[in-house]
């Protein structure tokens, strides 16, 4: 409620679930890594400039000319706390990405050279029957093909949510 131009009356409410600190969260670290993160990102963005196909709050998918900068970013990496890492050799086992289309934040999918499919797409959990309609294939013509129409399809079994950290 205004009061007058110069005094404002709010009232809130606490929320118990809200209100209560936990002894085992620090904000102060939490905020530290997530700026010192994104400071790595911005750095890398600045070493491989045009060489970005993706970044992300914690990823960076480039391309690899085999140029001074490129092997600049091969120095960065390690398995120490804060070094990057190469997650298709760690996670997928492959070597390097033959495809990659990106229509957006967090919705990306790419052919690797062991032929394994990888795709994020927000708000999406990724089980075998979404995988089979949200194709590579499908991604490219979306993005690549302005006047196409497509239809929609239905389906019966997709959660869309955040995923639960438990």
């Known amino acids: 409620m205004i009061l007058d131009e110069n005094i404002v009356l709010t009232e809130y409410k606490e929320k118990e679930e809200y209100s209560k600190p936990n002894p085992s969260v620090n ?3 939490a905020l530290f890594t997530t700026a010192h993160a994104r400071l790595k990102l911005y750095e890398l ?17 480039y391309n690899d000319d085999g140029s001074e900068a490129c092997k600049k970013v091969e120095n ?15 996670k997928h086992n492959a070597n390097y990405i033959k495809q990659f289309i990106s229509a ?6 790419m052919k690797l050279d062991t032929e394994k499919l ?8 990724l089980n075998a ?5 949200i194709t590579l294939d499908k991604k490219i013509k979306i993005v690549t093909d302005e006047n196409e129409k497509y239809e929609t399809v239905k389906y019966d079994n997709i ?3 955040k995923r639960s950290s438990t």
């Open 129 to 133: 029957e979404v995988e089979e309609k």
């Open 104 to 109: 957006g934040p967090k919705d990306y999918s």
């Open 27 to 29: 904000v102060y670290i």
């Open 118 to 125: 990888v795709s994020c797409c927000k708000g999406f959990r």
């Open 159 to 161: 959660k869309i949510g």
């Open 45 to 61: 963005l600045d070493i491989l400039q045009e060489r970005v196909l993706y970044m992300d709050t914690d990823s960076c998918i």
């Open 76 to 90: 960065m990496m390690g398995s120490k706390l804060g070094d990057l890492t190469d997650e298709i050799v760690s």
